[in-house]
């Protein structure tokens, strides 16, 4: 099959991924084999490229947005059969053993293992998966290339949005909008919650007007109308954090998304941090996954994404890095 292979890792524009031939997976006991059709480029596979993030094993697949047709079944595989839809987000596996698998946790899982990264991904035109942590796609009438992105950014800010504790008629804050913010504001508006955006460039300003936020701008500029029940940050921005939590009323919630920061500083406790929380976005659990799938769905949510081609795929990284996509979301058809 043909796969993009990353052996070592170097800049991207060092074009450190190869596209090659190599031999098809097949499905173990308890996988299945999915012959991807789709798989949307996210930000992560960059700082795994590159190496900001380990490389865990050489040759590894990249890709965590991925959608594909079910095509050959392992032993003892029980919830999909063949020509079935499924997704493949960043969780990968879990052990299913430990304290946080067993209490409905299994984003903290120490085994946890993420596609693209510890396992091959969907930047080839097969892979396999553990049938139990493919998510049913059967249902939905989105198109496959739709919901690719819906994997990692959709999920993630569903996971995020969920971790705010917002309610109807909560005013929830969202700092910069990027991808992921688009899915918070959709399904927050869904709810009932109204969604202030701060972010700084024009483009994401004009992006979170038309997608109906309440208010938007540059909080570090200008100065949000009303006080916020809980907000969300999704740059690895440490400096926006005390910023979010002034404008966060007592008893309310901070969102940390990113896996990464620059320094946090929080200067004022009384003020800006007592009686407030910080939660952190901590990988992603398979129940929000599934509850997000069907809302999207419901939402006919529509995100902007462009399609390349698989032999694309090193020249959209380099894109992506340069901020020169056309589109919020870029989608690679594998096949
Ligand atoms: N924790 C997890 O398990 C997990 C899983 C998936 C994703 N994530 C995280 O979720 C986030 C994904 O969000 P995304 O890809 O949609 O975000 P993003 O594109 O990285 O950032 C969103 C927007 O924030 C603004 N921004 C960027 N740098 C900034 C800075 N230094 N100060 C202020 N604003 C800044 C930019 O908009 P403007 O230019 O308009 O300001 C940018 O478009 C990432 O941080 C990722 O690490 C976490
Ligand atoms: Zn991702
Ligand atoms: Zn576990």
Request: hydrophobic share 30%.
């Given at each position: 099959m043909k796969a993009w292979l990353l052996e070592s890792q170097d800049k991207i524009e060092n074009r450190p991924l190869r596209l090659?031939?190599?031999?098809?997976p097949h499905a173990s006991r308890g996988e299945i084999r999915i012959k991807n059709l789709f798989c949307g480029v996210c930000r992560t596979d960059l700082h795994i490229a590159e190496g900001d993030l380990d490389l865990k094993r050489s040759p590894v697949i990249l890709g965590h947005e991925v959608v594909g047709i079910v095509d050959e079944l392992g032993e003892g595989v029980m919830n999909h059969?063949?020509?079935?839809?499924?997704?493949?987000?960043w969780l990968n596996s879990t052990c299913g053993r430990c304290k946080y698998c067993t209490?409905?946790?299994?984003?903290?899982?120490?085994?946890f293992k993420a596609t693209g990264w510890d396992a091959d991904g969907g930047y080839a035109e097969y892979m396999v998966i553990k049938e139990q942590f493919a998510l049913s796609l059967r249902d939905m009438?989105?198109?496959p290339e739709i919901i690719a992105p819906l994997m990692c950014p959709g999920i993630a800010g569903y996971c995020s949005l969920v971790l705010t504790g917002a309610k109807k008629g909560d005013r929830l804050g969202i700092f910069g909008f990027g991808p992921t913010a688009y899915y918070v504001l959709e399904v927050a508006k869904y709810l009932g919650i109204e969604v202030y955006v701060s972010t700084r460039?024009?483009?994401n300003i004009q992006a979170a007007r038309l997608s109906g936020a309440s208010w938007v701008a540059d909080?570090?500029?200008?100065?949000?109308?009303?006080?916020?029940?809980s907000a969300i940050i999704f740059p690895p921005a440490?400096?926006?954090?005390?910023?979010?939590?002034?404008?966060?009323?007592?008893?309310?919630?901070?969102?940390?998304?990113?896996?990464?920061?620059?320094e946090i500083v929080i200067n004022d406790y009384?003020?800006?941090?007592?009686?407030?929380?910080i939660k952190t976005l901590y990988n992603v659990n398979r129940k929000d996954a599934t509850a997000f799938l069907e809302i999207a769905d419901r939402l006919n949510l529509k995100p902007s994404i462009k399609v390349y081609p698989l032999e694309d795929l090193c020249d959209v990284l380099i894109a992506a890095k340069k901020g020169e996509l056309e589109t919020q979301n870029a989608v690679i058809r594998v096949a």
């Open positions: 090659a031939e190599v031999p098809e059969k063949k020509g079935d839809m499924v997704g493949v987000s209490s409905g946790r299994e984003n903290y899982c120490p085994e009438h989105l198109e460039s024009e483009k909080a570090t500029k200008e100065t949000m109308p009303n006080s916020l029940d440490g400096n926006l954090v005390e910023l979010a939590l002034a404008s966060i009323e007592r008893g309310g919630t901070l969102v940390l998304a990113p896996v990464s920061s620059s009384s003020k800006n941090l007592w009686g407030k929380d």
